[in-house]
């Protein structure tokens, strides 16, 4: 069964660094996503992509934040300048058609220290 | 303020029982809602949606029931196992064309 795929599961980095997650969506999708969860906390929406342009972005997508469609396969999410409040589950999510279920990566914990 | 609530943050149940989650919304009109199984440390595994003129949906052991008029939404699981221990998200797509917004979700355990 197609999977979306996300590397690396964990990622610690130092604060004020910049890392970049990344995502290899479901082949045949088009729209993709980037969402995080803070420990506890409700899963929240970041950023849509379609048509290789940002289709939807929430207040948390600030400019520190980018993303990007390098090749036809992968999809990542670029912090800036990482902050402590930056640390969370970060998932990558596709779906078929806009108004379908969302396929989700199993994340990346980022730890910002 | 737009709000989606979930009924409780946790519930406990025997097995073989019928599992009932409550989904309520305020301030939204939403075209779609979707439940989502997550399990600790992992993503969000989709179960099933309902669209806005859709009373019921179901699939194998799973059902969702969708009222605008109340704002709600129920999601059973029957028969339910030990297997069935998760947290489970309610999401709504407001248009059919913004992204989703999830509840917080309801944990759910079923005691053997």
């Known amino acids: 069964e197609p999977e979306v795929t996300q590397t690396p599961s964990h990622q610690v980095t130092q604060m004020g660094q910049e890392v970049i997650l990344r995502c290899v969506p479901i082949s045949n999708h088009l729209y993709f996503y980037w969402y995080r969860q803070i420990l506890g906390q409700k899963v929240e929406f970041l950023v849509s992509f379609y048509n290789n342009e940002i289709s939807e972005k929430s207040e948390i997508f600030d400019d520190q934040f980018s993303v990007e469609r390098p090749d036809g396969s992968n999809f990542t999410l670029k912090i800036r300048s990482t902050k402590l409040e930056d640390s969370a589950m970060y998932f990558c999510?596709?779906?078929?058609?806009?108004?379908?279920?969302?396929?989700f990566g199993q994340g990346t914990r980022l730890t910002v220290v | 303020s737009q709000k989606i609530e979930q009924n409780s943050e946790a519930l406990n149940i025997q097995e073989g029982k019928t599992a009932t989650l409550t989904c309520n919304y305020t301030?939204?009109?939403?075209?779609?809602l979707q439940w989502y199984r997550q399990d600790p440390g992992r993503g969000p595994v989709f179960l099933l949606l309902?669209?806005?003129?859709?009373k019921e949906k179901r699939k194998e052991r799973l059902k969702v029931t969708f009222d605008t008029t109340l704002k709600q939404s129920l999601f059973h699981i029957t028969a339910s196992q030990p297997a069935d221990s998760a947290t489970y998200l309610c999401?709504?797509?407001?248009?059919?064309?913004?992204?989703?917004?999830f509840g917080k979700g309801t944990r759910l355990s079923v005691i053997a």
């Open positions: 301030n939204y009109s939403p075209a779609y």
């Open positions: 999401a709504l797509d407001v248009s059919g064309n913004t992204p989703l917004v």
């Open positions: 999510a596709s779906s078929e058609l806009r108004a379908r279920e969302a396929f």
């Open positions: 309902i669209r806005e003129n859709e």
